[in-house]
């Protein structure tokens, strides 16, 4: 088996049943070469494991990560590569970013996690074809590309396999490349199995269906969105959208603002223009995502009916927001345009609500129970 924690794969477990690596010889310094191989596996046999081995995984491990690190032996029935890679892309940065590998050094990282490899999957149009190609399938000999003049062919590759990622959605999520050290792997069966095997792959690594585990968590969520660490938004699968999450309202960034603040949730209301009744309001939950590779999302935000308000008015929930920040009441009341005297109002007729004995007590509550619009949305 393989160590793949990091990026040192110093560490090799021997199994006589299974390939073995030999140290210092074959590709390059610090690769590891396949040697124990009698005769391939049926391809089809092979694919139909590592597909239930997928699954099982995916069920089993709980985070992406854990996946990516078993996934190389499985891998390894179908092709027997020397070194392999997963990135997840970068929309921000245009680049990809390292989310699993074994038998790779440090100029191979560098160039993996390089816009210059971003590139040359672009200029082989690797995501228009959608379908893994060897690199024997490139629109030109392998030595006019630069990497593999300067750096895999030097190191002893002489054939690659490159996967693209994509979700069903039609989301680039990122590319996985297997470098051999003979011409003859991996063979055209085998490239083909891996193309029906990676979206098992994708489904198990994307981001969004972590996203879409959480939005199911909000009770009655009507409407969601996901964020990237740019401030994009993307559609979540399952759920649809909202003109109060779309163009230039402000929810979305004062979910996301108020998450910036260390915070791993948030829940407030807002305003639902043109609505009647119940629907006056929407609650807004704000969840952080884990970050770090392989996702590129930041957080998600979802809608859903606000609940009971306890008969606070529109006026009292924007106070209570304020009220939250810690705000005097002339500021209130120069923010609000009301007097100083209308906000002391307003607070006893909160705190009479609330059964609260002072204002501090009834801010505590608003807050717990998502009975609040932020400042930020106040007279939107």
């Known amino acids: 088996m393989f160590e793949t924690k990091g990026h040192n794969c ?7 049943r299974r390939p ?5 010889e074959g590709p390059g310094r610090g690769h590891r070469v396949l040697v124990g191989w009698s005769v391939m596996p049926d391809v089809v046999a092979s694919a139909v494991r590592l597909a239930v081995e997928i699954s099982h995984m995916s069920a089993a491990a709980g985070d992406s990560s854990r996946l990516l690190d078993g996934l190389w032996e499985p891998l390894q029935r179908l092709v027997p590569f020397t070194a392999g890679w997963i990135g997840m892309f970068d929309p921000e940065e245009r680049r990809h970013v390292t ?6 050094d440090g100029p191979g990282y560098s160039y993996l996690e390089s816009p210059s490899f971003t590139e040359q999957v672009d200029a082989v149009e690797l995501f228009r074809r959608r379908r893994p190609m060897c690199l024997r399938d490139a629109p030109l ?14 190191a002893g590759y002489r054939e690659g396999l490159g996967v693209p990622l994509v979700t069903r959605d039609g989301r680039r999520l ?3 490349s297997l470098l051999t050290d003979s011409p003859d792997h991996p063979s055209d069966e085998a490239r083909d199995a891996i193309g029906m095997v990676a979206p098992m792959l994708t489904d198990a690594i994307d981001p969004m269906s972590t996203v879409v585990g959480l939005a199911a968590l909000v009770s009655e969520a009507r409407a969601s969105v996901a964020v990237d660490r740019v401030g994009s938004v993307h559609r979540v699968p399952g759920l649809p959208s909202h003109p ?25 209301l807002c305003p ?10 929407m609650k807004v939950t704000g969840i952080a995502c884990r970050p770090g590779p392989p996702s590129y999302l930041s957080a998600l935000v979802v809608l859903s009916r ?14 209570l927001g304020f009220l939250i920040d810690g705000r005097p009441n002339q500021h209130i009341a120069s923010r609000l345009f009301i007097t100083e005297r209308t906000v002391a109002a307003h607070l006893e007729h909160i705190r009479a609500k609330f059964g609260a004995p002072s204002r501090t007590v009834a801010a505590v509550r608003s807050l717990h129970e998502a009975l609040y619009i932020p400042h930020e949305l106040a007279g939107s």
């Open 10 to 16: 110093e560490k090799v477990v021997l199994n006589p």
């Open 272 to 281: 639902n223009p043109g609505a009647e009744n119940q629907d006056d309001y």
């Open 20 to 24: 073995r690596f030999r140290n210092g």
């Open 244 to 268: 109060l999450l779309m163009g230039e309202s402000l929810v979305v960034p004062t979910a996301v603002g108020k998450l910036a603040d260390h915070r791993t949730h948030v829940a407030f």
């Open 174 to 176: 990122g590319v996985m």
């Open 141 to 154: 000999p392998a030595l006019e590309y630069r990497s593999w003049a300067e750096l895999w062919w030097p």
């Open 99 to 104: 989310a699993a590998a074994v038998g790779h």
């Open 306 to 319: 606000a609940g009971d308000l306890h008969g606070l008015t529109r006026r009292e929930l924007e106070v």
